[in-house]
């Protein structure tokens, strides 16, 4: 089968297309024959070698969601499964193939009326823009800010926020056009990239939810309201100062709450359950998914560069 490797961390043109024998399902696993898999911000993390201490070897095979038809299952798993066509969520490698197999416990049907592309784009990041306000203990009428909204984890958070009730949702993002963009999502302010901008926008937030990291999420440690929460979900910009937390302690007397989410603290009945209300809400129509692009699966390095020029907003997905 064809699927795309990690030849060197860093530019794009350090993947490789090759050819691997098709994964053979192992107790409590399905394989599945890919339709739409699913390019991820995590994926260019990996892929530009920010994650380097965690184990990523030369040979990594990318990619975390996809959906397709299950066509074998392993020992152990009900044999019904074979011929539904499912999401499944690959682990941090092992999508980006014609082929692949995840753990039955990862996977969930798809409802009639959702595509596999909708579902990759929805799959992953809803469930983490979901818990992301759960965790920050998001009320109806709180100001919120989604910081890196442009991608498919803020693209859902800004329709959450909004549907929650939120008195304001602002977005950070890099152009007007995608302001409106948002606009049209839900978000009630734009600010540029600093947080800059938005004369109108409240002057402090209730909650903070950030895809970005980097230098800067100091600066938006100060944006908090008194017994503000700031929920750390991604680091597209990178890791923050080493000292930011010297930020909050400075600001003691404001009670502010830092916390970093993964969704893998999240059981994983709760976070399918949030996963299939999630797909029924976008095959209602309810919830939007923002494809940016659809690219063949040999073109997973033309993804990435999408990706590094910053020229995605929403989600590109590889079709093999
Ligand atoms: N917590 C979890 O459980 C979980 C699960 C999956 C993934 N993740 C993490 O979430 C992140 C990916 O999320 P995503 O796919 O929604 O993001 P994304 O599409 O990669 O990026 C979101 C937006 O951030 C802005 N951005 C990019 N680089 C920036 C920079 N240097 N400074 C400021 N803004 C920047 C861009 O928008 P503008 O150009 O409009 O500013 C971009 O569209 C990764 O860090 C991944 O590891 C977390």
Redesign the pocket.
């Known amino acids: 089968m064809k699927a795309v490797v990690i030849r060197t961390f860093g530019h794009p043109d350090g993947l490789d297309v090759v050819d691997l024998p098709a994964p053979v399902p192992a107790p409590g696993q399905v394989r599945i024959a890919t339709e739409a898999i699913g390019v ?3 994926d ?2 990996i892929r530009r070698g920010t ?1 380097a201490g965690h184990g990523f070897r030369a040979g990594h095979l990318l990619g ?1 969601e996809v959906a397709g038809s299950v066509t074998a299952v392993g020992e152990g798993v009900d044999a019904s499964w074979t011929g539904r066509r499912v999401w499944a969520f690959t682990g941090l490698s092992g999508g980006y193939a014609e082929q692949v197999v995840a753990a039955v416990e990862d996977i969930v049907p798809l409802p009639d009326g959702l595509t596999g592309v909708d579902a990759v784009t929805l799959g ?2 809803g ?2 823009a979901h ?2 306000l759960d965790r920050a203990r998001f009320a109806p009428g709180e100001a919120v800010l989604v ?9 859902t958070a800004v329709q959450l926020a909004a549907r929650g009730g939120a008195g304001a949702v602002a977005v ?4 007007a056009e ?1 302001g409106a963009r948002l606009r049209d999502l839900g978000a009630t302010h734009v600010l540029d ?1 600093s947080g800059a901008g938005g004369p109108d926008a409240p002057s402090g937030f209730d909650v903070v939810i950030d ?4 230098d ?1 999420l100091p600066l938006f440690l100060d944006r908090l309201n008194p017994n503000g929460r700031f929920v750390a ?6 890791q923050p100062p080493a000292d930011f937390g010297m930020r909050l302690m400075s600001a003691f007397r404001k009670s502010l709450s830092f916390a ?5 603290t999240v059981p994983g009945p709760e976070r399918q359950a949030v996963r299939s209300a999630q797909f029924a809400d976008a095959a209602r129509g309810d919830l939007r998914t923002v494809v940016h692009e659809v690219l063949p699966l040999d073109q997973a390095a033309l993804a990435h560069r999408r ?1 590094d020029a ?1 020229e ?4 590109v997905v590889l079709a093999p």
Not at 233 to 238: H, N, P
Not at 260 to 264: A, E, I, P, V
Not at 312 to 315: L, Q, S
């Open positions: 991820g911000g995590v260019a993390v994650l975390s992953g990041s469930v983490v818990f992301a910081r890196g909204a442009a991608g498919s984890i803020g693209i950070t993002t890099s152009s995608r990239r895809v970005v990291g980097g800067q979900v991604g680091v597209v910009g990178g970093t989410f993964s969704s893998d990706m910053g995605v907003f929403g989600r």
